[in-house]
């Protein structure tokens, strides 16, 4: 499986972003699909997590009620919705895939990772 992020981006503070992941090769349909980011000196974090099939959703507290995750399954993709973004959401921001676990908000539970892509949120 390979996964490539993209829609990253510079946007000012309360600004929206839409970031995609995009799966290649094996499908995903029936893996746990996730978003980490890393800001610059930190270390990786969970951000969001989406069941196989979309009907559970999980959030790390910053970013619940700002941030939805969403998946396409038939277009093999993972969105993450961001709104009312903050300057302390700028990281680079990294999908992943996993086979179902209880691991959902552990870099653990994750099998595969893109490449990255960064955002941006000026004050």
């Known amino acids: 499986v390979q996964l490539q992020a993209s829609g990253g981006g510079l946007v000012q503070a309360g600004g929206s972003l839409r970031l995609s992941c995009a799966a290649y090769?094996?499908?995903?349909?029936?893996?746990?699909m996730g978003w980490f980011c890393q800001a610059p000196g930190k270390e990786r974090e969970f951000v969001a997590a989406?069941?196989?099939?979309?009907?559970?959703?999980y959030y790390s507290d910053s970013v619940k009620g700002r941030f939805t995750i969403s998946r396409d399954n038939a277009k093999k993709t993972v969105y993450l919705h961001m709104s009312s973004l903050k300057p302390e959401d700028t990281a680079v921001y990294y999908c992943?895939?996993?086979?179902?676990?209880?691991?959902?908000?552990?870099?653990?539970?994750?099998?595969?990772w893109g490449q990255g892509t960064e955002v941006t949120v000026s004050s």
């Open positions: 090769g094996r499908t995903v349909s029936t893996y746990n």
């Open positions: 992943a895939a996993g086979t179902p676990s209880v691991r959902v908000r552990s870099q653990s539970g994750y099998d595969y």
């Open positions: 989406i069941s196989w099939a979309g009907d559970f959703t």
